[in-house]
C-alpha cells in the first residue's frame, strides 16, 4: 500500500508535459514494436534451424539410398560405417583448403 502511494505521488510531481497521455501512447507503442521485432528473431531464427534440419535430413537419407544400392555386402557396410562416423571437428568454421592452389604450386617444382 505504501508503494503504491509512493508511486502515485512520484507521478504527481512530474511536470503536466510527462503526464500527458500522449507520452503513455509513445511508450507503449515503443514497447509493442520492441516485442514485434523479438519474436520476428525469435521465428525466423526457428525457420532456419527448421530448414536446416530438414536439408540435413534429406542429404542423409540419399546418402543411405547410395549406400543400399551398392553392390557388395562390405561396401554396403563399409559405407554406412563411414556415414555414422561423426566428422573431425573444425578450428572456428574455417573454409577447406585450396587443392588447385596447392597442386599448381607444386608443378613448378
Known amino acids: 500500500m505504501r508503494t503504491l502511494h ?3 505521488r512520484w507521478w504527481a510531481s512530474l511536470p503536466p508535459a510527462l503526464r ?3 507520452w503513455r501512447s509513445s511508450f ?3 514497447v509493442i514494436v520492441a516485442l514485434l ?3 520476428h528473431q525469435v521465428v ?3 525457420v532456419r534451424q527448421g530448414e536446416l534440419l530438414r536439408m540435413s535430413t534429406a542429404t542423409h537419407a540419399q546418402a543411405m539410398w547410395r549406400c543400399n544400392s551398392l553392390n557388395g555386402a562390405r561396401m554396403r557396410e563399409r559405407c554406412r560405417a563411414e ?3 561423426p566428422l573431425p571437428a573444425r578450428q572456428h ?3 577447406p583448403p585450396n587443392t588447385a592452389s ?3 604450386a607444386q608443378f613448378g617444382r
Request: proline share 8%; aromatic share 4%; charged share 20%.
Open 93 to 95: 568454421d574455417a573454409p
Open 83 to 85: 556415414l555414422d562416423t
Open 37 to 39: 521485432l523479438g519474436f
Open 44 to 46: 525466423r531464427q526457428a
Open 6 to 8: 509512493a508511486v502515485r
Open 20 to 22: 500527458a497521455p500522449a
Open 28 to 30: 507503449a507503442a515503443l
Open 102 to 104: 596447392v597442386d599448381l
